[in-house]
């Protein structure tokens, strides 16, 4: 990977936009999410009566001079958020280079909009049939920067097993954002994955990635066929094709298909879905579809 994306321009761009979370997360404490409970910041957010057992220092005693009963002040609760970003590092999503550089920069924007907000990030690795967490979890610039220097170096190949992430043994519930990264021309269960993330309680983005050769085909003529994940020769997914214009408007009208399936399923779950093709550029993606998506802020 060149790295193209990874510039202070880039970056800077990201400087003032923060990821947005539903306040029915609970997360970790420390942080700058507000959720639905009260908690130890300096902002006043309501009163409620004293109860026995309640901490009388919180008694406001101003309230209790005018109205002869005491009353506890109440204060918002600010939560610290972990964004786990999803990588397919199959040899599908290598097979263009703009495409796998895409999809890295996606997965790095979201990790530093997250740690300049005070999140924790991490970065999971799927190829192979297995996951990988090579930079452990993230909190902070210095370590965020430490991590990409790396990211750069990451190579795709093999196939992608998305059942390798309900293998997971510490991922947290209610803690915030899963963000699976994919162009999802795979015929392996990828509906697991997501359904494990609801399961843990998470808020969800599938995002799909498409290098432009496959949204809008320009091959014509006599072609062979291989599969870039399957065995090699004599491999049953390997074909001989004469394409035609005409077969490749069907191509078109089966990946609409194929994106609207995807889409309906994750609108039956309540994740987002957002599909993208390497022509957009990142900063179209970020601004306008992420923020309708109500993802940043």
Same mark, same amino acid.
């Given at each position: 990977m060149k790295g193209i994306y990874f510039t202070d321009d880039f970056f800077d761009r990201l400087e003032r936009l923060a990821?947005?979370?539903?306040?029915?997360? *609970?997360? %970790?404490?420390?942080?700058?999410?507000?959720?639905?409970?009260?908690?130890? *910041? $300096?902002?006043?957010? +309501?009163?409620?009566? %004293?109860?026995?057992?309640?901490?009388?220092?919180? #008694?406001?005693?101003?309230?209790?001079?005018?109205?002869?009963?005491?009353?506890?002040?109440? %204060?918002?609760?600010?939560?610290?958020?972990?964004?786990? $970003?999803? #990588?397919? =590092? &199959?040899?599908?999503?290598?097979?263009? &280079? +703009?495409?796998?550089?895409?999809?890295?920069?996606?997965?790095?924007?979201?990790?530093?909009?997250?740690?300049?907000?005070?999140?924790?990030?991490?970065f999971h690795l799927l190829k192979d049939g297995n996951q990988s967490d090579p930079f452990g979890l993230i909190v902070g610039k210095n370590s965020f920067f430490s991590a990409v220097?790396?990211?750069? +170096? $990451?190579?795709?190949?093999?196939?992608?097993?998305?059942?390798?992430?309900?293998?997971?043994s510490d991922m947290g519930s209610n803690d915030g954002l899963s963000v699976l990264i994919s162009d999802f021309l795979t015929d392996n269960s990828w509906q697991k994955a997501v359904d494990y993330f609801l399961f843990k309680k998470q808020q969800v983005l599938v995002c799909q990635v498409l290098g432009k050769?496959?949204? &809008?085909?320009?091959? &014509?003529?006599k072609f062979d066929l291989v599969d870039c994940e399957g065995t090699g020769k004599g491999d049953t997914r390997n074909v001989q094709l004469s394409i035609t214009r005409?077969? *490749?408007?069907? %191509?078109?009208?089966?990946l609409e298909k194929y994106k609207e399936e995807?889409?309906?399923? =994750? $609108?039956?779950?309540?994740?987002?879905?957002?599909?993208?093709?390497? +022509? #957009?550029? #990142?900063?179209k993606i970020i601004y306008r579809e992420l923020m309708n998506l109500e993802l940043v802020k």
């Open positions: 990821l947005n979370f539903p306040t029915t997360l *609970t997360g %970790y404490f420390g942080g700058k999410h507000r959720i639905n409970k009260y908690g130890q *910041t $300096i902002e006043f957010a +309501d009163f409620r009566q %004293y109860q026995p057992g309640d901490d009388i220092r919180r #008694i406001d005693w101003n309230l209790y001079a005018r109205l002869g009963k005491h009353f506890l002040k109440l %204060y918002t609760d600010e939560r610290q958020m972990h964004i786990r $970003i999803y #990588i397919d =590092c &199959s040899a599908s999503v290598g097979f263009y &280079s +703009d495409k796998a550089e895409y999809a890295l920069a996606l997965a790095v924007a979201f990790g530093y909009m997250a740690v300049r907000n005070n999140d924790k990030v991490s220097g790396k990211v750069k +170096d $990451i190579t795709f190949s093999g196939e992608t097993d998305f059942s390798a992430i309900s293998k997971i050769e496959e949204v &809008s085909p320009s091959y &014509s003529g005409a077969m *490749t408007e069907a %191509y078109k009208k089966e995807i889409k309906k399923f =994750c $609108i039956s779950r309540d994740a987002a879905f957002l599909s993208v093709g390497t +022509d #957009i550029p #990142i900063d």
